[in-house]
């Protein structure tokens, strides 16, 4: 499996952006597809995950209420849409699919930046 993110750049506090997540291969055995990022000096941070099959939805308390992850599944395309941007949510912006019979998230996008300014 092979995902390709896009959407990321530069935008104003307040702000909005939407993230797109290309799946390509052997898509057929995904269950989740999870949007992850990464700020300097910071961890690695789950923020949205989706359940492939239901759309079943879950998000971190940092951006629950202005993030909304959505898919379609014709399309084997994710989406993170991003409203009331703040400049901590300046990240790269990973996603990443676990598939069936799978303990974690075994497919990762290349990431990509995401910054807020002032």
């Known amino acids: 499996v092979l995902l390709q993110a896009s959407g990321g750049g530069s935008v104003q506090a307040g702000g909005s952006l939407t993230l797109s997540c290309a799946a390509s291969?052997?898509?057929?055995?995904?269950?989740?597809m999870a949007w992850f990022r990464q700020a300097p000096g910071k961890e690695r941070e789950l923020i949205a995950r989706i359940a492939w099959s239901d759309g079943n939805t879950a998000y971190a308390d940092s951006v629950e209420g202005r993030f909304t992850i959505s898919r379609i599944n014709a399309k084997n395309t994710g989406y993170l849409e991003m409203s009331s941007l703040k400049p901590e949510d300046t990240a790269v912006y990973y996603c990443?699919?676990?598939?069936?019979?799978?303990?974690?998230?075994?497919?990762w996008g290349q990431g990509t930046l995401v910054t807020v300014s002032s």
């Open positions: 291969g052997r898509t057929s055995s995904t269950v989740y």
């Open positions: 990443a699919t676990e598939q069936l019979r799978s303990s974690g998230y075994d497919y």
